[in-house]
């Protein structure tokens, strides 16, 4: 994992998104937490974030719409996106599996799976390093 990785909460329930800022902090690693969807590309993009957390019941712009965005703009076509979701239905997951997310978690959660996961979906430092030469 890289060490100054960058991760966007867009979750607009405060204890939440709360929850999920401290639990990220203590893997070392940098947060911005957005509660209004209309916020949130423009947040992610000018923060340059590695991983994306996203509520889909959101107030300005829905996650849905924020996600189609993410994937249609070039800088964040790859970026993992984890939609974090009360709707634990299989087929919410079905659908956000097909418009783009990377993975889907239901809340409410675990926060130690809420780590484990934004871990295992940030790249490497060694990858990075072998990228660039």
């Not at 969807?37 to 974030?49: D, P, R």
């Amino acid at each position: 994992m890289k060490a100054a990785s960058m991760i966007a909460i867009i979750e607009d329930d405060r204890a939440i998104a709360l929850t999920m800022e401290l639990w990220v902090k203590r893997q070392g690693l940098d947060v911005v937490v957005v509660s209004d969807g209309a916020l949130a590309v423009s947040s992610i993009l000018q923060h340059q974030a590695d991983l994306v957390l996203l509520d889909l019941a959101l107030p300005g712009k829905t996650g849905w719409e924020i996600l189609r965005e993410l994937r249609s703009i070039e800088e964040t076509r790859d970026l993992p996106i984890i939609v974090v979701t009360a709707h634990g239905d299989p087929t919410w997951r079905e659908n956000a599996m097909a418009r783009g997310a990377t993975d889907f978690l239901t809340k409410p959660f675990k926060p130690r799976a809420l780590v484990d996961l934004v871990v295992s979906l940030l790249p490497d430092e060694e990858d990075d390093a072998s990228a660039v030469g």
